[in-house]
């Protein structure tokens, strides 16, 4: 398997919003008209221009198979250390129990501790019952609950 882990560029913004629709989630709350919804482009040079967030994708033999999105966090707590949150993990569908998602969250965590990020964390959908499987053989732990709040008239 022929992987290349890289920033995200503008001419991605279209598969990585392919990714994001590739599931029976992601498919109800994602925008795959064409043209591209704006407010793709708006988020991906937010993320861009933000030093403490990379858009990371993972490409097979050139195809863009996976994307997830690092954010580093400056803490107080524990002695003032840096987390790393991993977000929006995808793989393509035709190219999952390949063990490429065990690659992708492998080299992330390596990473965050090149970042020197002492914790890394995520959180995933409990209704996605095998990713969280897939999480904690990883060695990752559900130690919190995690809340979340709409709010109401943005989208």
């Known amino acids: 398997m022929n992987l290349e882990f890289r920033q995200a560029t503008e001419k991605d ?45 993972v490409e097979r033999d050139g195809e863009l198979v996976g994307m997830l999105q690092l954010t580093f966090i400056p803490y107080l707590t524990h002695t003032g250390s840096r987390r790393c949150l991993i977000e929006g993990v995808r793989i393509a569908s035709s190219s999952r129990g390949r063990g490429l998602g065990r690659k992708f969250i492998e080299w992330a965590i390596e990473r965050a501790t090149e970042a020197n990020c002492s914790i890394v964390q995520l959180t995933s959908d409990k209704r996605r019952p095998d990713a969280l499987r897939f999480y904690e053989s990883l060695g990752f732990e559900a130690t919190h609950e995690g809340f979340k709040l709409k709010i109401e008239g943005i989208d």
């Open 13 to 57: 913004i279209p598969g990585l919003v392919g990714l994001l629709a590739d599931d029976e989630l992601g498919a109800t709350r994602e925008d795959i008209s064409k043209p591209l919804n704006q407010r793709y482009l708006d988020a991906f040079h937010s993320i861009d221009q933000d030093p403490n967030n990379e858009l990371i994708i």
